[in-house]
Every structure is written in C-alpha cells, then in structure tokens.
C-alpha cells in the first residue's frame, strides 16, 4: 500500500489524487474512471469526481490502495 502525504493541505479531490499517484495519465481520464464507478474511497464506491479526500482515508482502483497522511 502506498501513502500520499497531503503535505500541509486539509484535502486533495479524488480526480487530483489519481493524477498525482500517477494511475491516471490526466485529469479527463480520472474523471472518466470515477464515473464508471471504478473508484472506491474506504470501501464504498465514490462517483464524485472532486470528492475531499481527507487525512486517514483509503482510495483504492484497480488493485492498488493509497492511504492519505
């Protein structure tokens, strides 16, 4: 599992995380993903594209999890 340091900020929005962990090539394609319901945020599934993803929380897509910290 991966972790993903907010560095200082109180979020990131989901299409954003996926970016920057670099499983997604852009921020189209991330919407797209989100939106086919391929994305889940501490076991649920997360069609909100700019969803907040906060401090202790587990987003997980195709396999892969990243914990935010």
């Known amino acids: 599992m991966?972790?993903?340091?907010?560095?200082?900020?109180?979020?990131v929005e989901l299409n954003n995380l996926l970016k920057l962990?670099?499983?997604?090539s852009s921020g189209g394609v991330a919407k797209m993903i989100i939106a086919e319901g391929c994305v889940?945020?501490?076991?649920?599934?997360e069609l909100r594209k700019?969803?907040?993803?906060?401090?202790?929380q587990i987003v997980e897509f195709e396999g892969q999890q990243v914990t935010v910290v």
């Open 40 to 45: 889940t945020v501490d076991g649920q599934v």
């Open 50 to 56: 700019r969803c907040k993803i906060r401090q202790g």
């Open 2 to 11: 991966e972790e993903f340091d907010l560095q200082g900020r109180e979020f």
């Open 21 to 24: 962990t670099g499983w997604c």
